[in-house]
């Protein structure tokens, strides 16, 4: 694969990944959360998905080591396995920084509200934004 088709490839799968954060959110909160009365587990649940976000620091140190030999292995033998090593880091490291907005969404249960629906979910953003494929890699 070219390198432009490597990029494309992860666009794809990094839209498909803001779909797999925005989603659960959306659609558990639509159904059911007017259901559930504020309870007392809110508080505690909203700072699990705070403390998770941190959980996305050494993912992150992973994927920026990937970029780096991915980078350095341009117009090798190599360049094919460090896009897909690439890849694959930036994915595992996405789904752990995914992690705030689905604690958000089965949180609807447990009856959080929506500011702290909204700022889970926007911190996962945040952090799947930061696995956006540089343009340096083009």
Do not use: C
């Amino acid at each position: 694969m070219t390198r432009l088709q490597q990029r494309r490839r992860l666009a794809l799968e990094w839209w498909l990944l803001l779909v797999a954060i925005v989603l659960p959110v959306l659609v558990l909160n639509t159904l059911f959360g007017d259901s559930f009365q504020h309870g007392k587990l809110t508080m505690p649940v909203f700072m699990v998905g705070l403390i998770s976000m941190f959980f996305s620091l050494p993912m992150f140190h992973r994927y920026k080591h990937a970029l780096i030999a991915t980078e350095k292995a341009f117009d090798t033998d190599a360049e094919s396995a460090a896009w897909q090593t690439l890849a694959q880091v930036r994915r595992k490291a996405a789904l752990v920084g995914a992690l705030p907005a689905w604690i958000a969404a089965v949180a609807v249960f447990a009856g959080l509200e929506a500011v702290p629906l909204i700022l889970l979910t926007a911190s996962s953003l945040v952090i799947l934004y930061l696995y956006k494929t540089p343009r340096q890699l083009a």
